[in-house]
């Protein structure tokens, strides 16, 4: 009798495990590859409303900001992140919530021009919105609402069990017979793609070797897809192991009854957020470097004001958040992404890996090429099923009947019954 976890039971589980999950991984990957460069392409594909001519003033951001807001109010719409960051020559974006017109608005941030409007992801307002109806695939098979999320989330929870069992059978066994080769030597023969001249072996070293190459991005893939939309699992594995802190446990509790007329409007927001920012410095002995944005939660009555400090990844990112009452002013948390808690540090770390955000275009191509290969991941597992399905059914066959059959060629090879990779 078989060990519950035997090899053989481990091969049976990838392989039933990797064909239910090969549509959703299929498609995340080809998305995931193309999101790689979803700025870049969103620029190309738009540069009416993202690109700007320079001008010697420039717009405060309370004064985008009361432009846009008149603008999303006249529409049904109003707007509660302030964006604080700029890039010279590109247009400051303002989402839109609570209008089914838009969700997106770009304002010229020298004359204060609108200029223009879309909902994200919308191809039929136009093509244009290509790369944004990819990411809606991506990131919850573009389905309204949290269905398509928590279906992607449920994929990823089963992806991340299985990358090990993958592991697991795809590592050369153990063995004590005389004359085995060393384990090194068939570590080696384990990522190595042999080109037989035979089709089934070859496109099953391709998944075993490949499967082994890029093992901890596919981990990194699907843990991190489990934070993003499993956020209660992934909390249970992330705080007894590491210690990991979600922000929001630690505010106050959500209110959709909560009376705001007596909270901080934007312009006196931002002004005590920066007032805040001497303390946490010394506080905290952190270097607060650039603003990033300032986000009003009505019904929690904060304030979060996110800035790039030298705790954050990289440069370019605003991480670093100092949450503080919408009425009083008073702070009320500081979280960091890195250097606060593991857990934290973790998380941040395989999102910015996942979505792109360090180690700037080299990572990119990175992400590209990884989503290239675990597609041909996803077909050779599937043809290695198929092939095996065939050939198990031209064994049940007659003589007589397989000599009516064309002619299958059979060159499985000797590890194929117990290794596969997905």
Known sequence: ??????RHTLVVVHRWAGLCLAPFVLLTALTGAVLAFYHELDHALNPQLMTVTPAAQQLTAVEQLAIARDYANHHGGSITRLPLDSTPGQSTLFYVKGTDQFDQLFVDPYSGQILGQR???KLSESWRNLPGFIYLLHRKLAIAGTTGATILGIVALVWT?????ALWIAAPPRSKRPGRKPLWQRWQRALTIRNSGKKLSYRFDWHRAGGLWIWLLLLMFAWSSVGLNLKPVYEAVMVPLFGYQNPNHHLPASDHQR???????FAAALTQARLLVAAVEQDYQVDIRAEGTLDYNRNRGTYRYRVNSDRDLADDQSKTQIFFDSRSGERLLVTFPSGQYAGNTITRWIYALHMGQVFGIAWQLVLLLSGLL???LVYTG????WQRRQNRKLNKLSPKQKT??????????DSYSSNSVL
């Not at 599937?382 to 099923?385: A, E, M, N, Q």
């Not at 059959?405 to 060159?411: A, E, L, S, V």
Request: charged content about 25%.
């Open 404 to 413: 009516a059959q064309k002619t299958i060629k059979k060159d499985k090879p």
């Open 1 to 6: 009798m078989q060990p519950l976890l035997s």
């Open 119 to 121: 909902t994200h992801g």
């Open 382 to 385: 599937v043809y290695l099923w």
């Open 161 to 165: 069990i299985d990358c090990f069992a």
């Open 374 to 376: 675990t597609s041909w």
């Open 259 to 265: 009376d705001s007329s007596l909270d901080l409007d």
